[in-house]
């Protein structure tokens, strides 16, 4: 990107009142707390479905090549053909795909995941159609329930994959179902077994070297023996793990749009679902459901934080803007910037009052808040 474009496009951000602002040295720090957890020789995968967990995938993917980061993995072939349109050369993983989409996986140099018998049937066919060496990953369910074989699968899966001469496993991996939870940690530790028992049963099939992974983050801190060659970072990389050693990259930022004082008995918001008590100072905040907060955080649930006072939402949060109240402010102008959640207050303590984790802010956040990367 040539200086002239790249002062455009930092002059059109600030024309944005909402914006995700995302900090590329926090992302930095983060990478290298996961690489210090791991051997050297342990591959990262990083984690970029549902747009990098609404923090922007294009954007991030291309910052994490430039770190590092070995491998790249999304939920269905549309991330993955994105990622390729926009330069990204890297390996990407896809983790669920579909039946329909092995085609156009295979003809964008994708790498799909295999986890049922009527899927490595698909990719057989798809094989014998193009032609040439397919490489891709095979899911084992040890106890997720969700996605992949099941033990008494493994035995056709293997007489399967090697009656097919262009068809390479590049990896087999399996999924922690409860990796933070301590009270947990015998179940993480059955899956564990049940993993090195298939991957021994792999090992002792295949002549050509294979690689395992089975941890996330949480299981890349709480049970580092299972590392194996890789594992797939997608929280430690965007929220870090509420430490001194790392912070989530992104701050939600939002300005106050407009400021009215309104008279003790007049109402609020649709259904009139608040009323005030007493003559308030309120202001309109362009962020709504359609933006990717929930109609459910009014109420005073949720708030933003201005100079480290909270200002609560009052009444419903509407498609496009939620009412908050200013009462307690002095000198405060329309214009002036709010926050939810970044360096005024962490994104966990939202979390936690609203009993939610924080996939279920960041990975619903709409594509028209602008992604800006400082």
């Known amino acids: 990107m040539n200086h ?18 995302l900090n590329e040295n926090i992302l930095k720090k983060n990478i290298e707390f996961l690489r210090k957890k791991v051997s050297s020789q342990t591959e990262i995968i990083a984690v970029l479905k549902a747009n990098a967990y609404g923090f922007g995938d294009i954007l991030l993917a291309k910052k994490m090549i430039k770190q590092g ?5 999304v939920a269905d ?3 993955g053909i994105r990622l390729r349109r926009n330069g990204i050369r890297k390996s990407i993983i896809i983790m669920y795909p579909g039946l329909n989409s092995l085609g156009p996986i295979i003809k964008n140099n994708l790498e799909p995941t295999i986890y049922s ?11 014998k159609k193009y032609k040439k060496n397919i490489f891709f990953h095979l899911k084992i369910d040890t106890g997720m329930s969700r996605y992949g074989f099941l033990q008494d699968e493994i035995t056709e899966v293997i007489i ?19 990796s933070k939870r301590k009270d947990h940690k015998l179940f993480s530790m059955s899956q564990i077994e049940k993993f090195k028992f298939q991957k021994k049963i792999f090992e002792d099939s295949f002549s050509h070297k294979i690689k395992f992974h089975i941890s996330n983050s949480y299981g890349l801190l709480n049970f580092p023996d299972a590392n194996f060659d890789m594992v797939r970072i997608g929280f430690g990389l965007y929220y870090g793990f ?3 050693q790392t912070n989530c990259i992104g701050e939600l930022k939002s300005s ?4 009215k004082l309104i008279k003790k008995g007049e109402s609020i918001g649709y259904n009139r679902c608040f009323i005030a008590k007493k003559d308030m100072k309120i202001g309109i905040i362009p962020i709504g459901y359609a933006d990717g907060l929930r109609r459910s955080w009014g109420y005073q649930k949720l708030s933003f934080v201005i100079n480290k006072q909270n200002l609560p939402i009052l009444g419903e949060i509407s498609m496009d803007s939620c009412i908050v109240d200013l009462t307690n402010l002095t000198n405060i102008t ?3 910037e709010v926050v939810l959640f970044g360096k005024s207050r962490s994104i966990f303590d939202i979390c936690d009052k609203l009993n939610i984790i924080p996939y279920e802010i960041t990975a619903a956040l709409s594509k028209r808040i602008r992604r800006v990367l400082s």
């Open 4 to 21: 002239f474009v790249k002062n455009v496009i930092m002059i059109l951000d600030k024309h944005f009142s909402t914006r995700l602002e």
């Open 69 to 73: 980061i070995e491998h790249i993995a």
């Open 77 to 79: 072939f549309e991330e």
């Open 117 to 127: 018998l009527e899927m490595l049937n698909m990719l057989i066919f798809q094989a």
């Open 160 to 178: 399967k994959i090697k009656s097919q001469k262009n068809l390479k496993i590049k990896s087999i991996f399996s999924h922690f179902s409860s």
């Open 242 to 244: 509420n430490n001194k």
């Open 256 to 259: 106050i749009a407009q400021i």
């Open 334 to 336: 329309a214009g002036e």
